[in-house]
């Protein structure tokens, strides 16, 4: 049996805590103080330590500290409260294992335990809070606490080892390649290519070309042969981006190759077999396109096999920590820096703006303010102009507004484009749009430049 050091200055908590272990074959030993724990550690050995982060004489991150002094293979998961989890982050930067968040429930208290029990099995040959940052920084993906979290990560599990078509659909800069990445990784095809296309960046002239390829001299400036994007992700997964973009003619070329699973690349005569899985995002709102006329219902109900709709990052609040954490690893990476966290006044900052931007916005201020930082935490004088204005205006900007909310979409349109001086690229990056949906907009609005 597995023996487990329980903290916790909770008396009946601990000890319902305690019987519930102990009816799933664990041996538990119960300390409600930290000079009580820290004798104890110091003198017995246990598989694992349990610990509260707030104890009446002391803390969880100094009972850490003379774990990782003493008994450096004891694996150690912390209880904290939700106002706590950026310094359980911390923790495990400091060798934690693991952390969970109070309250918790049975299943998720023996998933935990049984984790990190596995993990200390394992022979590691660096740190394993160097392993846990590494890994962090090189799988764009984050799991995150969240409700909304746990359902997205649950749908990628479930639908990423089958081999159905899965349209994305969320705001810009939710982290739709993001996830559909990591539907490949999770399928059989994970070995093979993800070829991601952003269908908005490709004219209409030139996408069969670029979906099917094309043999030299097959039109003027075919100089070479190319191989098109289904050839390229043969056997693996094709994310097509921003779908909702593509003209009535090349949706219909796409739903034939989809059909036929075969492509003709332009100016050949032979049929090339492709054997895909097929991902397709989008932020518009393609339901109301098919009853429009504008996209294909038939080819609607071929990329809609299952439907994953991303959560904004206003939607994931409990998150913002772990994820401003990823991207502060990230950028000490990228920018060779070291700094550590930030500053309690940044962390209520971040709570309280509305992230129009999403996940891209929040990636972007955590590097530049990376930049800016000479000392050991991000502090509020190095975030952007709209952050802190956000936090004391009352009057809620254009970057705050969601371009998704229909009912101000034109209003939004017209003020970003006068923001613009009608420069209509310079817009569709304020609305965090394409160029062609900002063009379409100002088409379906009637707006007059």
């Known amino acids: 049996m597995k023996s487990i050091l329980l903290i916790e200055d909770d008396v009946a908590f601990s000890n319902m805590l305690k019987r519930f272990l102990e009816k799933h074959d664990y041996t538990v030993t119960i300390s409600y103080g930290f ?8 003198k017995d050995d246990f598989d694992l330590i349990f610990t509260d982060l707030r104890l009446p004489d002391g803390n969880g991150l100094e009972l850490l500290e003379i774990v990782k002094k003493n008994k450096e293979k004891t694996p150690v998961i912390l209880m904290t409260g939700y106002a706590e989890v950026s310094t359980a982050v911390k923790a495990m930067k400091q060798g934690a294992i693991d952390y969970i968040s109070k309250p918790f429930n049975q299943d998720e208290v023996l998933h935990v335990i049984s984790n990190a029990l596995k993990s200390e099995q394992k022979t590691v040959s660096v740190p394993k809070e160097v392993v846990k940052k590494e890994t962090r920084i090189n799988s764009e993906f984050v799991t995150g606490i969240s409700s909304s979290s746990k359902k997205l990560n649950e749908y990628i ?12 659909t969320g705001e810009s800069g939710t982290g739709k390649e993001v996830v559909a990445k990591s539907i490949h990784k999770t399928s059989s095809r994970k070995n093979k290519p993800f070829v991601a296309v952003d269908c908005g960046a490709i ?15 097959s039109f003027t400036g075919a100089v070479s042969d190319k191989k098109g994007h289904f050839e390229s992700a043969n056997y693996g997964t094709l994310f097509l981006d921003e ?6 003619e090349n949706q219909i070329q796409l739903l034939r190759a989809l059909q036929e699973r075969r492509v003709k690349p332009l100016g050949s005569s032979t049929e090339i077999e492709v054997d895909i899985r097929l991902i397709t995002a989008t932020n518009e709102d393609l339901l109301k396109a098919v009853d429009e006329g504008e996209f294909r219902e038939d080819l609607y109900h071929r990329l809609n096999e299952f439907t994953i709709k991303i959560p904004n990052l206003h939607e994931r609040k409990d998150d913002l920590i772990i994820f401003a954490d990823y991207f502060l690893d990230k950028a000490n ?5 070291n700094v550590i966290g930030f500053s309690d006044e940044v962390l ?6 509305s992230w129009p931007g999403n996940l891209r916005e929040f990636g972007n201020v955590v590097k530049r303010a990376t930049l800016l930082t000479t000392g050991d935490l991000i502090e509020q004088q190095v975030l952007p102009m709209e952050l802190t204005q956000s936090a004391t205006s009352k009057q809620e900007p254009l970057q705050r507004k969601s371009f998704s909310t229909k009912d101000n979409e034109k209003d939004l349109i017209i003020r970003a484009l006068e923001q613009a001086n009608n420069n209509k690229t310079h817009a569709a990056k304020l609305l965090n749009v394409t160029r062609k949906t900002l063009y379409n907009k100002i088409k379906e609005y009637n707006i007059s430049l």
């Open 243 to 248: 779908v909702g973009n593509l003209s009535y």
């Open 333 to 337: 990476v990228q920018l060779n820096k």
């Open 348 to 353: 209520k900052i971040f709570q309280n703006y």
């Open 157 to 168: 599990q479930l639908v990423g080892p089958t081999d159905m078509s899965v349209l994305i």
């Open 35 to 42: 000079e009580d724990a820290k004798a104890i550690i110091l």
């Open 203 to 217: 004219p209409n002239e030139i996408a069969a070309s670029e979906f099917f390829g094309h043999k030299k001299g």
